[in-house]
RNA sequence: GCCGGAGUGGCGGAAUAGGCAGACGCAAGGGACUUAAAAUCCCUCGGGCUUACAAGCCUGUACCGGUUCGACCCCGGUCUCCGGCACCA
């Protein structure tokens, strides 16, 4: 016999199988439970990777395993085919973006094909192609009619020769030097204000942050991450009056969460892009200098702006404003480290009470004045060589007037109220969130379908002409803005409202707009009047298991949440989150190989010399180098279609899954992958011997009692507990195939002891359910050789339509316990009893054991500690 | 700095309502089969010690301390690593 099976044949042939018969189609089936089962879908960059094969492989067992458990499973993928990398290509290679986009996505479909997914192809998505498309476009316009899309001039990153916007992270850092560089050219990156569309998500902070509570089963650092960028601080937003009152401008609205330290404010700072700062130094003497200072400063780019390790800088403005609270006149400054876009974009500065203000003040030398004092009370304003930043409540008010001595929470309460009777402001609540800006100066994205029109201004375009088509007759020259713009055709439109000429919108919105809402979509993929049917949306959402990359554990994933409010406040959904369970699998890492001459290098570039490893090019030592994520710069790669072609996809699948638990890195390893696949082979070989005994024809009569038997049995249904609470416990998978291999372990223990010569007929027939259990259970993880050995047992194919098999809590139970026992805790012997023993008598055995009677050296046990079914601790 | 997570053999990792630490796999070593190799099968495998066909003892889950009959698990403190955020008033 063979000792490898032909993963190659068995592979191929399900595939087809599978694909002919239909098995992963799906519809809505009232008569069973539903389970929505989505993995994050790929970007069809060219071809998979291992992070593909891992994620893949645990939304695979999922909805396998869902499947046989009799849910109606949906189990959709698509392609998140917007993006850069189409129209690089374009600029690069002459290659047109869908052209490039398309052949991507055939490749890799036939590679996600190749590992026996069980996906409905029929609900196959493709976001670059108008059918998707115009649905971001129908979206965006009921967004506008809602006041969540707007317009407005904001900041961004600006490269100079490339003449586009940059993304934060596309803006690199350059040493000595303030601001940024572009990633492209390396020109300077400047700040420009454009009139770009935003998404109002900040309507929706509240309730992203109140959902967080209720995403029980999320990961803590997601929610973390989340609770983290959504960032709500309740405050006070109050006046300072200024001392003398300009045109137009009497006072100055700060936002504070610290009221309590009002009466240590000894200055005020601005934001260098605040339009205050022009109002108040109009006609003084400060006037040039603090233009000189907010130049500078804006001319930055944002990373290095608002690096936390930037040294406090100011200028004085001249002007004094009034602290409300201690009537004093205060200096008001332009500081670099206030934020224009948060709170008022001015604040109150407590030097006391605050690290930052407290090093402004040191370096301007404005006096620094303690309004609380420790629980020691030796703090003193003269001597205070750190703000403190009181935290741990045992601090009171000191030189507050009325509030002094009350603790921190009291003034915070009772500084607010006294505001609000005032008059000075209002107690409120700020989050860091901002609002969502979408427009993107590229061809590749889903066209923003507005126009402007010099009578009738920014005009939707209508429903029924939507949607707005991305044209053909774009150059792609890397350079000059949106390319949509070169394109007459496209840009030259007819206003809808006057029938005058307008321009329409060039800008294409953010691919992760395309993300937000595609789980929604794959409920009615082929919808032409509807984004989303309502019907279908409610039969199948929530997801009840995500899985993906923890990468996109605020970007996506928060989009996704508030896409799902926006389309229920419109609706088309029920579901208030879109996500019900979230695992997020960890990256899929390997060793690295470093050699001083060539730099990094393939394992094949290394050979063994004298037990060293040394560079085939230059004989050099290598360095082992971290375990990094995979990545080709590193030369760390590990190729799905290569571990596909020697070991099959199951193989790759068993290996993803065993090792390690899923949310963890996994380390490539390319022996462990041998270890699977001789698992496989072990399980193969198994069948193959058993099945003139499990087929064959019942020659021997029953012979009464069998010890094999109870054994079989016993093993089958512990496996199959084992395995089945893995699954339901938080899917780990790993665990549940350690289990599955010890059980084909012992199967082959069993198979050696009692040979089939030797079988009865009941023990024959217990055989054959022991593996038909064992090919039922190893089914999700790998498919296609169970399939395979299912049809050579005879079996009608389709082992993703049988039933889970179920464990009979009798035939776990074994009819013998072992009882460790201690004394004082410790380990001195163990017995055996039979099953059902009371405790008295499993003590009563425990004191005839020769062993531990030597422990307990004839004295009596002070206590005897019993836990049921699993030891017996005498203290002495 | 703040937030989140994690420290267990040579390696990946098991075991938590507090109850036999090291399942399963890899690597390594030894053996069987073979002319040989591959494949396959069997055995050993945390450290130390005593005895050596058998067996036994001590020690061990980052470190220090605590609670408990009993701690990888709970509590207090320390260290290290990974990830995220980073002037948000």
Redesign the pocket.
């Known amino acids: 016999m063979a000792?490898?099976y032909d993963h190659q044949t068995v592979e191929a042939k399900w595939q087809a199988y599978w694909v002919q018969s239909g098995t992963f189609h799906v519809q809505e089936d009232p008569d069973k439970p539903k389970y929505y089962c989505l993995e994050m879908f790929p970007y069809p960059s060219g071809r998979i990777h291992m992070g593909h094969v891992r994620v893949y492989a645990i939304g695979d067992v999922v909805a396998r395993y869902k499947t046989m458990r009799g849910y109606n499973v949906l189990h959709p993928m698509g392609w998140d085919a917007f993006g850069l990398p189409a129209e690089n290509a374009a600029i690069e290679k002459g290659v047109h973006p869908n052209v490039w986009t398309q052949e991507n996505v055939a490749y890799m479909k036939r590679q996600l094909q190749r590992m026996g997914l069980s996906y409905d192809w029929d609900r196959e998505v493709n976001t670059s192609q108008p059918e998707y498309y115009r649905w971001n476009q129908w979206i965006f316009v009921k967004m506008v009619e809602r006041g969540l899309a707007y317009r407005k001039r904001s900041a961004v990153n600006w490269c100079l020769s490339c003449e586009t916007v940059l993304a934060n992270e596309q803006v690199l850092a350059q040493e000595g030097k303030d601001g940024g560089v572009c990633w492209r050219c390396e020109s300077v990156v400047i700040q420009k204000e454009l009139e770009q569309w935003f998404f109002r998500i900040t309507s929706y902070a509240q309730e992203l942050l109140d959902g967080c509570d209720r995403l029980t089963t999320w990961p803590?650092?997601v929610l973390?991450?989340q609770r983290?960028w959504i960032?709500r601080?309740e405050?006070v937003e109050l006046d300072f009056p200024l001392a003398e009152t300009l045109a137009g401008l009497k006072a100055i609205r700060v936002?504070?969460?610290?009221p309590d330290t009002i009466h240590g404010a000894t200055f005020m700072s601005l934001?260098p892009e605040s339009p205050l700062v022009e109002q108040l130094i109009a006609g003084r003497p400060e006037a040039a200098g603090v233009r000189e200072f907010v130049t500078r400063v804006s001319r930055l780019d944002k990373a290095t702006?608002?690096?936390?390790d930037?040294d406090?800088e100011g200028v004085f403005t001249g002007a004094y404003a009034i602290n409300p609270f201690t009537k004093e006149r205060i200096p008001i400054w332009v500081a670099?480290?206030?934020?224009y876009e948060?709170?008022t974009?001015a604040?109150m500065a407590v030097p006391a009470h605050?690290q930052?203000d407290f090093e402004f003040a040191k370096t301007y030398h404005i006096p620094v004045r303690l309004v609380i004092q420790d629980r020691e009370g030796k703090l003193a304003s003269e001597t205070l060589e750190a703000a403190y930043e009181e935290q741990d409540g045992a601090g009171l008010l000191v030189n507050s007037g009325n509030f002094s001595s009350l603790s921190v929470s009291q003034a915070k309460q009772a500084i607010g109220e006294y505001v609000e009777t005032q008059g000075w402001g209002k107690r409120t609540i700020?989050f860091?969130l901002r609002d969502w800006g979408i427009s993107r100066q590229r061809y590749w994205g889903t066209p923003i379908p507005m126009l402007y029109c010099d009578r009738c201004g920014i005009v939707p375009v209508p429903e029924g002409d939507l949607p707005v088509v991305l044209p053909d007759d774009v150059p792609f020259t890397g350079k000059g803005g949106s390319p949509l713009k070169e394109s007459p055709s496209f840009s030259q439109a007819t206003c809808p409202t006057c029938g005058g000429p307008a321009r329409r919108e060039t800008d294409t919105m953010d691919t992760f707009v395309d993300s937000s809402w595609y789980f929604l979509r794959y409920c009615s993929p082929k919808n032409t009047t509807q984004a989303v049917n309502p019907q279908a949306a409610h039969h199948w959402m929530a997801v009840d298991q995500y899985v993906g990359g923890?990468e996109h554990a605020v970007l996506h994933l928060l989009y996704a949440r508030f896409f799902t409010k926006v389309l229920r406040d419109l609706g088309l959904t029920t579901a208030d989150e879109p996500f019900t369970h979230l695992l997020t699998q960890g990256m899929v890492t390997k060793e690295t190989y470093w050699c001083e001459e060539h730099r990094w290098l393939l394992p094949t570039e290394i050979k063994k010399d004298g037990g060293q490893r040394v560079c085939v090019h230059c004989g050099r030592t290598i360095v082992t180098g971290r375990t990094e994520k995979m990545s080709k710069s590193k030369k760390n790669i590990a190729s799905p279609e290569d571990l596909c072609e020697r070991y099959g996809a199951d193989t790759a699948r068993m290996f993803s899954l065993f090792?390690?638990?899923p949310e963890?890195?996994?380390?490539w390893?390319d022996?462990?992958v041998?270890?699977?696949y001789?698992?496989l082979?072990?399980v193969w070989r198994l069948v193959q011997e058993l099945l003139p005994v499990v087929n064959g024809a019942d020659t021997k009569p029953g012979s009464g009692e069998s010890v094999l038997l109870p054994q079989l049995q016993r093993a089958t249904h512990q496996t199959i507990k084992k395995v089945t609470e893995d699954l339901e416990r938080g899917f780990?998978f790993?665990?549940a195939?350690?289990a599955l291999?010890?059980f084909v372990?012992e199967l082959?223990k069993f198979w050696k002891e009692y040979p089939g010569e030797v079988l009865t007929v009941a023990e024959r027939a217990a055989w054959r359910t022991t593996v038909e259990t064992l090919l039922l259970l190893l089914a999700p993880f790998a498919p296609h050789v169970t399939e395979e050995l299912w049809e050579t047992l005879g079996k009608r194919p389709g082992m993703s339509r049988q039933a889970w098999p179920d464990f009979d809590p009798v035939l776990v139970a074994s009819a013998e316990w072992?009882i460790?026992l201690?004394v004082?805790?410790?380990?001195?012997s163990?017995i055996v009893v039979p099953a059902g023993s009371t405790k008295e008598q499993i003590i009563a055995g425990a004191q005839e054991d020769p062993k531990l009677a030597e422990w307990l050296q004839g004295k009596a046990a002070r206590?005897i500690?019993y836990?049921e079914q699993?030891?017996v601790?005498f203290?002495i």
Do not use: W
């Open positions: 000792h490898t803590a650092r973390a991450m983290h960032g601080s405050g936002f504070t969460t610290r934001a702006r608002t690096a936390a930037r406090k670099n480290f206030v934020l948060y709170g974009g604040i605050d930052r700020n860091r923890i090792a390690a638990p963890k890195d996994l380390e390893s022996s462990g041998e270890g699977c001789r698992f082979n072990r780990q790993n665990t195939i350690a291999m010890e372990n082959y072992t460790p201690q004082n805790g410790k380990l001195r163990k206590k500690i836990v699993k030891l601790n203290v």
